[in-house]
């Protein structure tokens, strides 16, 4: 007696095993797991299909009880052959009619007992051709006489009958056990899921507004910050001071625009340094201005304006020169030359430390030495090094940084930091009349920590410049707020 097997196609080997239990018992052992394609609702499927091997025992009990023969059952192998017979459009018929696949014992031995008898029929067929053909000794013949071909057809009908049958229960069982153990399982998982999710939007949305509720500004603080955003401050400045007036103002300040208003004028005024104007002193040397910065920034039309604020003062004249170490830009001695030529001062052009070391000893009985120096990017760490080499060469030199207040935050920030490793002591804030938004300038300053010295806003010299103060950011940061501030007050 051959070794009977049957495949259960299920969504999960535990699932797979539950049918092949509630069938067997016990009774059972899984030769063979493999995974197969099944077309459900949503489309194709992966499921997994294992083939079992019932005990003898147990199995022949089972095909006792429902009457069939265990002589010519089929192995998984044979089974798959079936499906080149006459009948396999009733089998694709049964496969797509329910889900996952159920393959039967009885089935296979149906099919076994249908393909004999259609085996019969072709022969018994083949046999009367024979017979008309007068082809007496053929082996159709002989089948032919044995057994009468009503009788072989009506085994094929008996076959076909019990194929379908047994296709209709093994179907029925299989709905069976769907409806009962795995759609209810599925169901089961599935709420336990929609709980899940219920669970996690409810806490989600709990938190969110728990943290709205933590973040969220008051009016004042509102009104001040959109301000403050549309001159460009950067976001981590307006943090800082939102800060400290959280620190030192009540929740009710902070809730009148007003009133905020007020607080952020003064915390600004108060943060922000403004050094005093420089002074030329009589001294037994002179006084040395040096002017740094990047490329671009209007350095040497600021040495301009600085000279011709000195060099005109006809209640205290002076005496005088310009120093050039921008060796590098094109038409930079020209620019200069052109300026000394009109305050009437020596312009000496410097090529080494050794003729710097030169020059100043020739003018140290000048009252005044305004030195211009090559522009660097912050990025060119070498050229730095060497600006260094020689700005440390100058005695009783007050250092000035000069940017441009067009430039990025960023910008700004590594521009401060680069010069920073050369040393200056004020800041020069020049273009103001090419931006509207202030915002990045005044962060660079708070951040910086450095004082601010001179503002200029033009080509004209000597007219287009201003002695630092903090009128200036009234009109730049606060025109625009009190201007809010009057509108709502109005309202």
């Known amino acids: 007696m ?199 939007v409810s806490k989600m949305a709990q938190n969110s507004n728990n943290f709205l509720k933590e973040n969220q500004l008051p009016q004042g603080l509102y009104d001040v910050e959109k301000e403050l955003q549309d001159i460009e401050t950067p976001q981590e400045i307006i943090k800082e001071l939102f800060r400290d007036l959280r620190l030192n103002c009540d929740k009710e300040t902070l809730c009148k625009s007003k009133d905020t208003y007020n607080a952020i004028h003064s915390l600004i005024k108060n943060k922000l340094s403004i050094s005093s104007e420089f002074e030329i002193k009589k001294s037994s040397a002179p006084q040395v201005i040096v002017l740094m910065g990047p490329t671009g920034v209007g350095k040497t039309t600021t040495i301009a304006k600085l000279a011709a604020k000195f060099c005109f003062n006809t209640e205290k004249p002076i005496k005088a020169c310009f120093l050039n170490i921008d060796f590098y830009k094109l038409g930079a001695k020209d620019q200069l030359q052109k300026y000394a030529d009109i305050f009437q001062i020596p312009l000496e052009d410097i090529s080494s430390i050794a003729s710097l070391d030169y020059f100043l000893n020739k003018h140290k009985d000048d009252d005044l030495i305004i030195v211009d120096t090559a522009g660097r990017s912050q990025y060119a760490h070498e050229d730095l090094e060497e600006l260094k080499a020689y700005v440390s060469r100058i005695p009783n030199a007050t250092k000035y940084l000069t940017v441009s207040s067009t430039s990025k935050y960023s910008d700004l920030k590594e521009i401060v930091a680069s010069f920073g490793r050369i040393g200056f002591d004020h800041i020069i804030l020049t273009k103001t009349d090419e931006t509207k938004t202030i915002g990045p300038a005044v962060g660079m300053l708070l951040k910086s920590n450095k004082s601010l010295a001179y503002i200029t806003h033009g080509q004209a010299v000597p007219e287009d410049y201003r002695i630092a103060d903090f009128d200036f950011f009234e009109e730049k940061i606060f025109h625009s707020l009190q201007n809010f501030n009057n509108h709502r007050q109005v309202l």
């Open 2 to 200: 051959t070794d009977l097997y049957e495949t259960i196609v299920a969504e999960t080997p535990f699932e797979a095993n539950i049918i092949a239990e509630e069938r067997y018992g016990k009774n059972y052992e899984v030769v063979k797991t493999d995974t197969v394609k099944e077309k459900t609702f949503w489309g194709y499927k992966e499921m997994v299909r294992i083939t079992v091997r019932p005990f003898i025992n147990h199995f022949n009990s089972h095909m006792n009880q429902n009457n069939y023969s265990l002589q010519n059952h089929s192995t998984p192998n044979q089974l798959d052959s079936l499906s080149h017979y006459s009948d396999n459009n009733s089998l694709k018929e049964t496969q797509s009619s329910y889900e996952p696949r159920q393959v039967s014992v009885p089935i296979n031995v149906a099919k076994n007992n249908y393909r004999k008898a259609q085996s019969k029929l072709r022969m018994s067929i083949d046999g009367i051709h024979d017979i008309q053909e007068e082809n007496v000794e053929t082996k159709s013949e002989k089948i032919t006489n044995n057994k009468d071909y009503s009788e072989l057809r009506d085994d094929l009908l008996e076959s076909i009958n019990e194929l379908r049958n047994g296709r209709k229960k093994d179907r029925t069982i299989a709905g069976e056990i769907k409806n009962n153990s795995i759609t209810s399982r599925k169901l089961e998982e599935l709420q336990e899921k929609i709980e899940l999710l219920t669970a996690t």
